[in-house]
């Protein structure tokens, strides 16, 4: 994982902390990002889907975590997931 990408995801899992919500997709959201971040390779796939499902669904309730969540895309996009 790339220093960008793990700067981003340290981000969202600061601004989910932050929210505290208990909404199924901002859990399973953080989860995937806590399982990334502790991973030494590459980011799976999975992560990139709740990511979009997490980006949809909050755009307008949480644009600072849309924001956050559409830099990481931009970031997993850029290698290829």
Do not use: Y
Not at 47 to 58: N, T
């Amino acid at each position: 994982m790339n220093d960008k990408l793990k700067q981003h995801l340290e981000e969202l899992q600061n601004e989910l902390k932050k929210i505290g919500s208990e909404n199924p997709v901002l859990k399973k959201l953080g989860g995937d990002v806590d399982a990334a971040l502790e991973q030494t390779g590459e980011v799976s796939r999975t992560l990139a889907h709740s990511l979009q499902h997490a980006a949809e669904e909050f755009e307008t309730h949480h644009p600072q975590l849309t924001a956050i969540i559409n830099n990481i895309m931009t970031s997993l996009s850029n290698i290829g997931i």
